[in-house]
């Protein structure tokens, strides 16, 4: 194992001006202030979320008795408690922090808030006009041969990460990202070669966002199961509202709704994918994991083994890459199947770049990015489609959180 996966720092957020010093400073507060919006709710509800903006600025605190989730936060948080926010991991602290935001606007109950989502702003994509008028230009099954049109797909389905609504509140020039993006390592290839040659039996999908970056998701997902008559797909979606975007099964039947009512390739494909859900081609899966502050070195031993007994496991977005290699500071150059070589199944990635995390991509185009885009990492103008060697089930001493 290369040297570099025993002494990589885990990233925390206490540099000022640094992408995770930015998220909690300035995104978290926003966030709170449109959670806040999002409904109509008592005042109660808005003390408490007053309360949560207080208490982000300065040290983590445990949940009180009978709260959500106590005992797994108590756990995961024992070397937490205490700290300065800023202090801790950031891939921790950001997942605290959402279990605290649905805390504070009652979604775990008891009461009528409970299960109410506050992240209503991924539905406005699903209401805007314009995407009808897109997805009605869409050719219905696609005017491709059948590789080129995976390879499109795969596509596709990376630059919908670029949807995440928690980014745009981050990013000031939203005109940029309607501009086709680099793909810093590419695989597509051998992805497509895998997919239709060796991924016959079982796929699974792990979800990140909803909205405009699911619908590509949905569209992949179509079109491996016109491909593969025996397969069978598990799209694994977060078990409750998660970040500010995450899609959950509330989501996607938005969504497949929203297909429903366009004419063309989006109501074909919505029509197939129902059929799908009920034949049982296509499954829906999800695990209290997905909204653990860990890595998925430390994968449960259930969902280890149902990941385990696919094919191929594709998976979407930045957050879901962090837990996948590690949030650490590694080395851009770094092998990308030497950190996931832990992992219970051969991993495809699909991820635009939006945070420190890099690895696998070439030393001489990390050396002209550094030169000449220093905010590479997290600008979101730049993606990578790997693909990771075949699965070993071994160990990793990746510097994780345990």
Not at 64 to 80: H, I, L, Q, T, V
Not at 347 to 368: F, N, Y
Not at 393 to 398: K, Y
């Amino acid at each position: 194992m290369d040297s570099n996966t025993n002494n990589a720092r885990t990233i925390v957020s206490s540099e000022p001006g640094s992408f995770a010093w930015g998220v909690l400073t300035h995104r978290h507060p926003v966030l709170i202030e449109q959670a806040g919006e999002a409904h109509p709710y008592p005042l109660g509800i808005r003390h408490r979320l007053d309360e949560l903006r207080e208490h982000i600025t300065g040290t983590v605190q445990p949940l009180p008795d009978g709260g959500a989730g106590k005992s797994r936060w108590d756990r995961w948080g024992s070397e937490m408690y205490g700290q300065r926010w800023l202090d801790v991991p950031f891939l921790w602290a950001e997942s605290y922090f959402y279990h605290l935001l649905l805390d504070a606007v009652g979604y775990f109950g008891p009461g009528p808030w409970r299960g109410i989502d506050p992240f209503t702003r991924k539905r406005a994509e699903l209401e805007d006009p314009a995407l009808a008028t897109e997805l009605s230009s869409v050719p219905e099954g696609g005017v491709r041969p059948r590789r080129e049109q995976l390879i499109a797909l795969l596509d596709a389905a990376l630059w919908g990460n670029r949807a995440d609504l928690g980014f745009r509140l981050s990013n000031s020039s939203p005109a940029d990202r309607d501009v086709p993006g680099r793909i810093l390592e590419d695989q597509s290839a051998e992805v497509a070669d895998h997919l239709e040659t060796y991924a016959t039996g079982n796929i699974c999908l792990i979800a990140d966002n909803a909205g405009r970056e699911l619908i590509p998701d949905l569209f992949l997902i179509d079109h491996l199961l016109g491909v593969h008559r025996d397969l069978t797909i598990d799209l694994h979606l977060k078990p409750r509202p998660y970040y500010v975007s995450d899609a959950t099964t509330g989501d996607l039947l938005a969504t497949l709704e929203r297909l429903a009512g366009i004419p063309g390739a989006a109501r074909a494909t919505a029509a197939r994918l129902d059929s799908a859900l009920r034949t049982g081609r296509l499954r829906l899966r999800t695990h209290e994991f997905y909204c653990a502050p860990l890595s998925f070195h430390h994968l449960p031993g259930d969902l280890r083994a149902e990941l385990g007994r696919a094919d191929a496991v594709i998976l979407k977005g930045d957050l879901n890459y962090r837990r996948l290699v590690g949030d650490c500071h590694w080395p851009a150059t770094i092998s990308f199947s030497t950190l996931t070589q832990y992992f219970p199944a051969r991993v495809i990635a699909l991820r635009t770049l939006k945070c420190d995390v890099a690895a696998g991509i070439d030393g001489g185009i990390v050396t002209e990015l550094e030169k000449n885009e220093p905010d590479w990492r997290v600008s979101g103008s730049h993606g990578v489609v790997q693909m990771s060697a075949a699965a070993t089930g071994g160990t990793s001493s990746a510097p994780t959180i345990r």
